[in-house]
């Protein structure tokens, strides 16, 4: 038997998992550190974004990124011939501070915008009615338009009702569930996840690598054919099934991701996975993702190849800085200069605001932080 004593509920929740199953898979933990609704790190509203302290999240920045994220909607919606109801569905919606900043910038679709926010955490979901005024999803998804909108509501996951529109997502893919492949000088070898339970000792989570079955064996050696003994990949099958599912789910438009993302999972396979696997707790760098699960956030970079497996290749990848400027940063960001200049004698709200413009806009195109974010789009005409 397990002692469940002092441990946490998740460490004792998957201490009995492995005594049924033996050791599971590193996605199992993750899942469960992340989003078990009573203890997980999303799930119980514990973590939210704005949580990296100098590597916040592009909408809780400041407004801009909305802002620019509104002008490209309104570019697409006017390319896509202005559909009514035009849908924006917005993947780890988190507390909704993206719709709020769209919302706010007024973009030209809002009569025939169904903003959809989706966000797993029921109790994230719960904060955005805060702000927002939450209309029953079948509004939103199923009545035909008539230039009523913005009409905006909130699922726990994605809608399975065909529509016409987008689908964005900041930051939600590095935080999906992945498992571990390991090259070993016998083959490929995943890693399980198992409990060490010495005399005396508290319980603690451990590692085994164990012979990877035939499908993460085949996907390990197309991923990374050429990684040498003792490289480490992720793999990351619900990111890719995401992307997959919300193609399969738009009749016209597009689906765009935003990540700390890089092309290929062979550059990961090069590298130690600390510096790809990431936590952070608490404003700052976490330790070992195994450790007090559910206190800290676990990150992974997003391997765009995987992806592109599952989802096709997207009609274009660029980093966020060179994205945002496509969409306008550049004048907005010019804008909020010339109300500087002319008010911050003043020091009003306008002028505030604009100085706030200016700052926003620098860590959002930082080529160390935000502006290196890749931003994948793929299409459906
Ligand atoms: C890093 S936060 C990003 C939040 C927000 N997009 C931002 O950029 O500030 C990731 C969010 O995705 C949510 N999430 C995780 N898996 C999800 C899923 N399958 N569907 C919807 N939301 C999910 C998490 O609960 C969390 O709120």
Same mark, same amino acid.
């Given at each position: 038997?397990?002692?469940t ?23 199992a ?36 990124f ?21 849908v924006?569905?917005e993947?780890? $919606? /988190?507390?909704?501070t993206? +719709?709020? *900043?769209?919302?706010? =910038?007024?973009? %030209?679709?809002? @009569? &025939? ?17 805060e ?19 913005p ?19 900041n ?11 390991v ?28 012979? $990877? /079955?035939?499908?993460?064996? +085949?996907? *390990?050696?197309?991923? =990374?054919?050429? %990684?040498?003994? @003792? &490289? ?27 990540d ?73 960001v ?9 008010r ?5 709200? &306008? ?14 195109v930082?080529p ?8 994948a ?5």
């Amino acid at each position: 038997m397990s002692s469940t004593g002092d441990q946490s509920p998740l460490l004792a929740g998957i201490a009995h998992l492995v005594e049924r199953h033996g050791p599971v898979p590193f996605s199992a933990v993750v899942d469960a550190a992340l989003y078990d609704e009573a203890h997980g790190f999303y799930g119980s509203g514990r973590g939210h974004a704005g949580r990296r302290g100098d590597f916040i999240t592009s909408p809780e920045v400041g407004p801009l990124f909305g802002t620019v994220v509104a002008r490209a909607l309104d570019r697409w919606w006017a390319e896509l011939g202005r559909p009514d109801p035009f849908v924006v569905v917005e993947g780890g $919606a /988190g507390v909704g501070t993206l +719709a709020i *900043a769209v919302l706010a =910038a007024r973009p %030209a679709c809002r @009569g &025939a915008l169904r903003y959809v926010l989706v966000e797993r955490s029921p109790v994230l979901r719960q904060r955005q009615s805060e702000h927002l005024a939450l209309a029953e999803p079948a509004t939103a998804l199923g009545v035909p338009g008539g230039h009523d909108g913005p009409v905006v509501a909130s699922l726990g996951e994605l809608p399975v009702t065909p529509f016409t529109g987008v689908v964005i997502a900041n930051e939600l893919l590095d935080n999906l569930a992945f498992d571990l492949l390991v090259r070993t000088a016998d083959g490929w070898g995943e890693v399980r996840i198992g409990v060490d339970e010495a005399d005396g000792e508290q319980p603690r989570l451990v590692r085994h690598v164990v012979p $990877a /079955g035939e499908t993460a064996s +085949a996907a *390990a050696e197309r991923f =990374a054919p050429d %990684a040498g003994e @003792g &490289a480490v990949i992720p793999w990351q099958r619900a990111a890719s099934e995401w992307v997959a599912d919300a193609l399969g789910v738009l009749e016209r438009g597009r689906v765009v991701v935003v990540d700390y993302a890089v092309r290929t999972t062979a550059e990961l396979a090069a590298r130690p996975p600390e510096e790809w696997l990431r936590t952070y707790r608490e404003h700052g760098r976490g330790g070992d993702p195994l450790t007090d699960l559910g206190t800290a956030d676990i990150t992974v970079e997003v391997a765009l190849d995987q992806l592109e497996h599952a989802a096709g290749a997207p009609a274009a990848v660029v980093p966020q800085a060179t994205w945002l400027r496509e969409h306008g940063l550049d004048g907005l960001v010019e804008a909020g200069r010339r109300t500087w200049e002319e008010r911050a004698g003043i020091g009003d709200l &306008a002028a505030i605001r604009a100085r706030s413009r200016i700052r926003e806009a620098e860590a959002l195109v930082d080529p160390a932080g935000l502006g290196a974010f890749l931003v994948a789009e793929w299409r459906v005409s």
